[in-house]
Nanobody
Framework: QVQLVESGGGLVEAGGSLRLSCAASGLFFSSYYMGWFRQAPGKEREFVAAISWSGRSTLYVDSVKGRFAISRDNAKNRVYLQMNSLKPEDTAVYYC???????????????????WGQGTQVTVSS
């Protein structure tokens, strides 16, 4: 049974930082591209970042470029999202997702991902 479990969310002031972590189990982790999505109340789920199975390529939505960094540790079956210079508009539930893919580019649509975590709340106060 595949499980993706996010952690690291919380309440932070604008300009602050958070590091999200996603622990994966039940899948051959190093075969999957990993992505982070977010969903704010009343809005559709939005792509944030993705990383290839090797970790050599990454992809970001324009609104987080230069502020967020995705990384992975295949030995620990974990993917991370370092979020710096947070803004109130970054407030959302953040989801970790796994995509079975061999080649770039990573998927950016939720329908392209095979497995999802339960999400972790990130709230940025102004």
């Amino acid at each position: 049974q595949v499980q993706l479990v996010e952690s690291g969310g919380g309440l932070v002031e604008a300009g602050g930082s958070l590091r999200l972590s996603c622990a994966a189990s039940g899948l051959f982790f190093s075969s999957y591209y990993m992505g982070w999505f977010r969903q704010a109340p009343g809005k559709e789920r939005e792509f944030v970042a993705a990383i290839s199975w090797s970790g050599r390529s990454t992809l970001y939505v324009d609104s987080v470029k230069g502020r967020f960094a995705i990384s992975r540790d295949n030995a620990k079956n974990r993917v991370y999202l370092q979020m710096n210079s947070l803004k109130p508009e970054d407030t959302a539930v953040y989801y970790c997702a796994a995509e079975r893919r061999q080649w770039d580019p990573a998927g950016t649509r939720p329908s392209e991902y095979d497995y999802w975590g339960q999400g972790t709340q990130v709230t940025v106060s102004s």
